[in-house]
């Protein structure tokens, strides 16, 4: 069957049931029917999060149809919890770029899927709506003050940096002109539209610690300058009052359930090649005050998610991972090792001998925050026992712990294996989590120490644009912010046909671009675009919906 018919069989559990797992008290749910409810921020206790136990789900660095992270996170906190040990399974919500464009639905898959799976898929709870309305509501506000004759504050149109968005890959809004057909239309300027994935909106809420934080931040959102020069804020436009109204839903945290009803807490969806690539941090520490362990994932590879959840959320938020899982499957190490993608599900033990030293460098990165990884082997049906035992010979000979998962397969059941491999980490207690780098060091020390450290690059060069960024930031006073890289996920480098492990490389910044609200800077490397597009052959064109109201195609 497929992941739809898989979800459309199984009978979901009354969300007030999944709430009584967790200890919520009934009234404290904020109903979206029988299977969704918001959860209050109280809630978090700061004692039991300190308490509790974090597991972070990343991977190597991907074939372009994902290895299977979201699948992993769900079947190892079902196995967790199998086993007697309380996990909550803490996720992103997904964008609906993805679901209609290259990967369909990201709910996880098979017998390791969160629930209700379409309505997760499209729309949940109106998050990313909110989130869309808020920043194209500064959007207007912007706007509007450059248009006014009575309350401008002096907007130099050609320096304002904020874009509109909208949930949705299409290129053709990547570059735009607005204000055309005459004086009361606005005034004419070039602009465009972000993805709101990758909106800093998405990024300040999954940072904010609370409503009054989230409404500290969005004042500080930079927008552009004066004709006199001087920086204009957000709090200029007198905006963040309206902006966190908007917001003041989208704050709470999603509670749903798996397929074998284990506590799933979503939230928030930044993508990881061009935003921080994790949850929120209220959902975090609210399963965190909820259960004794939470497995959490980071998007893409260890390179991009868990690089940026350790070094930007971690840090922010004071968490620190007790273990990490390590996703790898046979198809994206045949991928690396050269194999074309049309034949990775053809045997082929020497193109997986090949690609291992992708897999080995995620793992020397997770080594260098001070953390012991598991690798997961995400088996498919396609994978047989001889390349599984190139991949485990090979971790055994680096000392680093492997199992092999069949999430997909048989749920919670086919990650018991994962699962007792991270309790033994956990119970080990070595993993001592320690950022790669000191926030307070210059900027392009941060970013030259993720480029070579994690990326292996030799070198990083910086265009004009990026050299002229650098000087703007170190204006305003910004240089003590982390590092935010946006980079494409199919390579360790900035190029993404250069697969497997390269070196000698260098990677180029071509601007720089702020986000002093989340409080964080994004330098965009090689070709990358804040706003994605369609493949030839988009997901949505195989979706389709019957008369009554069957959703078909979505995975």
Known sequence: MTDAEIAAKHELIHINEIAEKLNIPLEELELYGKYKAKLPLHIIDPEKVEKSNLVLVTAISPTPAGEGKTTMTIGLAQAMNRLGHQTTAVLREPSLGPVFGIKGGAAGGGYSQVLPMEEINLHFTGDFSAIEKA????????????????????????????????DMNDRSLRNIVIGLGGRGSGIPRETGFDITAASEIMA???????????????????????????????KDLHAPGAMTALLKDAIKPNLVQTMEGTPAIIHGGPFANIAQGTNSVIATKMGMSLSEYVITEAGFGADLGAEKFLDIKCVSAGLAPKAVVVVATIR????????????LKTPNAEAVQKGLVNMEKHLENIYQFGLQPVVAINRFV?????????????????????????????????????????????????????????????????????????YGAAEVEYSVEAKANLRRIKKLGLEHLPICMAKTQKSLSDDPKLLGRPSGFTITVREIEIAAGAGFLIPITGKMMRMPGLPSIPAANHMDIDTQGNITGLF
């Open 332 to 343: 994206a190490l045949k991928y690396h090792g050269g194999a074309d993608l049309k034949e």
């Open 135 to 166: 920043n194209n509501l500064l959007a207007a506000l912007i706007d509007n003050n450059i248009q006014s004759k009575t309350e401008s504050i002096g907007i130099d149109p050609r320096t304002v940096t904020w874009k509109r968005v909208m």
């Open 204 to 234: 300040i809420l999954c940072l904010s610690k609370d409503l009054s934080d989230l409404k500290e931040r969005l004042g500080k959102i930079f927008v552009g300058f004066k004709y006199d020069r001087s920086p204009v804020y957000a």
């Open 382 to 454: 396609s994978d047989t026992d001889e390349e599984v035992e190139v991949i485990k010979k090979r971790c055994n000979e680096l000392g680093c712990r492997v199992a092999v998962s069949q999430a997909w397969e048989k749920g919670g059941e086919g990650s018991e294996e994962v699962a007792k491999n991270v309790m033994a980490i956990i119970d080990s207690g070595k993993s001592n989590f320690k950022p790669l780098y000191d926030w307070d060091l210059p900027v392009k020390e941060k970013i030259e120490t993720i480029a070579t450290k994690v």
